[in-house]
């Protein structure tokens, strides 16, 4: 215990250096990155419109300017929270918790892209008290919840979604906060009724489900450590079971108003998780997605084609990089953790992490090895599985260097592999930090080369179609105040003003761009190493040029 607790006071310079260092990353450059078309989602569905309505309520066949465009992002007189509600009732696969956090600060400090994701990183703070207290309910040693704190802190991966207007660094906190709560509950076995505690569990079921509806996972996984761990024959055991039914019964009729809307919108609901993907691009994206909890520079996405249609079939592990090896060697750190954390700890503290991590993963990856999809290879849904890995990384290096069975030497080696790998995450971290774009944001990454490119014309047009609108509002946030915007869903009715030097189409279908070819004033061309982008030449008939 003396070794622990010294471990403890000479390691908190160094965990408070990386606490503040992950503070900063969380909230260093929110406006810089993409704005993408989830989080453009985000702002339209909080200032109360649904997403088809922001299609309609733009004008179409006419040039707008930029702040027209972004005229749905804002909170207005108009949309008041009632608004929000029907918004976020017809959009019920995401639960409204965050969105309903975010309308009401919002209101207090603003639309602007720094306050809304601002949001998202305060409240992946409140994580690390969280998962401090998850850390004593299971080890009971200060020096695991340091360490456990000290891998959050700089993890690419929660510094990622901290910086995204959603739902998902919320998502983490209730995970945790409920995890603890359980445990909590089932510790003093000596209490005949700890209803309180179970009062409190309750609250943290509603709150994870009303935070995302995939906390039902984290959920069931509960009940099942809780029925492995217990058995039902002791008399105790049957109490505690029937405690966790109670409590959890309680937290789904609070959630069951959101549930019913759920599932009467189910039926059009995710489809596109479903798509079928190569087993060994799905074998790539998992390797790829689990190093990124402590290394995360793009690898395997440098020559990737970011588009929602096609970015799953194009993610490539480089032999030849480097940092490739990096990956595996990570992974490898992970499966010893598991096999360590089971090997030396008590049951009730190794099944609680195992389900913590299975439960939610055979959830996901099962459908897509049986009949095929990506449900597994999204990283942010496997959120309560990267908890659990991270715990039982900060168990091993909390116990092997202060383990009185583990060598001087060895202890020194574990010294150094906490020090490369918290290192390989600061550096994610600075690298992610100064990027315009990063990986998670797949379908708007190309914006920023789209943007420098239209940027350059004097007086640039950009023309697209009205399904293409959120897209476009995405495009918007980087492009200069003096661009115009054309939605057509006719390609016939196209009048370009005078004004403008440069037409440009965003993303346009094949029929359209048929359609302009067949007009004899115009012609359409590729703009080169730009996929989603073309140029409009006119024709001399009509006194144009590119």
């Known amino acids: 215990m003396f070794s622990k607790q010294l471990y403890v006071t000479g390691l908190r310079p160094f965990i408070i250096v990386l606490l503040v260092l992950g503070i900063f990353f969380r909230f260093v450059n929110l406006d810089r990155k993409v704005y993408w078309i989830d989080e453009v989602h985000t702002s339209v569905r909080v ?7 922001f299609v309609d309520l733009i004008p179409k066949a006419q040039v707008i300017g930029i702040e027209e ?27 409204p918790f965050y969105y309903l956090m975010a309308r009401f600060w919002m209101q207090w400090f603003g639309s602007s892209v720094v306050v809304t994701r601002s949001l998202a990183a305060f409240i992946s703070l409140l994580a690390f008290p969280c998962l401090y207290w998850l850390s004593q309910e299971l080890f009971a040693s200060p020096l695991v919840g340091w360490m456990a704190i000290a891998l959050m802190a700089v993890s690419p991966f929660h510094i990622l979604y901290a910086q995204e207007a959603r739902q ?19 510790r003093d076995r000596d209490e005949k009724r700890p209803v309180s505690k179970w009062a409190i569990y309750a609250l943290t079921v509603a709150a994870g489900l009303y935070a995302h ?6 959920l069931l996984g509960h009940g099942i450590y809780l029925i492995v761990r217990e058995g039902w024959r002791e008399k105790a055991a049957k109490s505690r079971l029937v405690a966790y039914l109670l409590a959890s019964l309680a937290g789904i009729i609070a959630f069951l108003p959101w549930l019913v809307l759920f599932v009467n919108d189910s039926d059009g609901i995710g489809g596109w998780v479903a798509r079928k993907m190569p087993f060994a691009t799905l074998i790539q994206r998992w390797a790829i997605n689990l190093s990124s ?16 249609e096609s970015v799953q079939d194009t993610i490539k592990l480089d032999l030849g990089n480097p940092f490739t090896y990096l990956i595996l060697l990570i992974l490898g750190l992970i499966g010893y953790s598991i096999y360590f954390l089971c090997r030396h700890t008590e049951k009730h503290v190794w099944l609680f992490i ?13 459908p897509d090895l049986i009949s095929g999809g990506q449900r597994s290879t999204i990283g942010r849904y496997l959120t309560p599985c990267y908890l659990g890995i991270q715990l039982a990384v900060a168990y091993l290096f909390a116990t092997k260097i202060t383990s009185l069975d583990v060598r001087v030497g060895q202890q020194k080696l574990w010294q150094v592999v906490i020090a490369v790998l918290v290192s ?67 390609p016939n009715q196209l009048k370009i ?10 993303r346009p279908s094949e029929e359209f761009i048929q359609a302009l070819e067949q007009h004899p004033a115009y012609k359409v061309e590729p703009v080169p190493q730009l996929r989603n982008l073309w140029q409009l030449v006119m024709g001399t008939s009509r006194g144009w040029q590119k």
């Open 47 to 53: 200032a109360g419109y649904g997403k088809q309505e």
């Open 69 to 95: 465009f972004q005229k749905y992002q804002r909170l207005t007189p108009e949309r008041d929270l009632g608004d929000a509600l029907n918004s976020l009732a017809g959009n019920s696969e995401h639960s």
């Open 168 to 186: 998902y660094s919320l998502w983490a906190v209730t995970i945790l906060l409920s995890s603890a709560t359980l445990l909590w509950a089932l």
């Open 213 to 218: 509806l995939l906390f039902a996972m984290t």
């Open 293 to 308: 909890l402590f290394l995360d520079i793009q690898i395997g996405f440098s020559e990737r084609l970011f588009d929602i």
């Open 354 to 366: 195992l389900t913590l991590i299975l439960i939610p993963g055979l959830i996901l990856a099962l």
């Open 424 to 490: 390989l995450g600061v550096l994610s971290c600075a690298i992610a930090s100064q990027a315009e774009t990063w990986w998670n944001k797949y379908s708007c990454y190309d914006n920023p080369q789209l943007a420098q490119f239209i940027n350059q014309a004097p007086s640039p047009l950009i023309i697209s179609s009205p399904e293409k609108a959120s897209r476009l509002t995405s495009l918007s946030y980087e492009l200069k105040p003096s661009v115009g915007f054309l939605l057509l869903e006719d």
């Open 497 to 506: 003003p005078n004004s403008f030097t440069d037409v440009f189409l965003f």
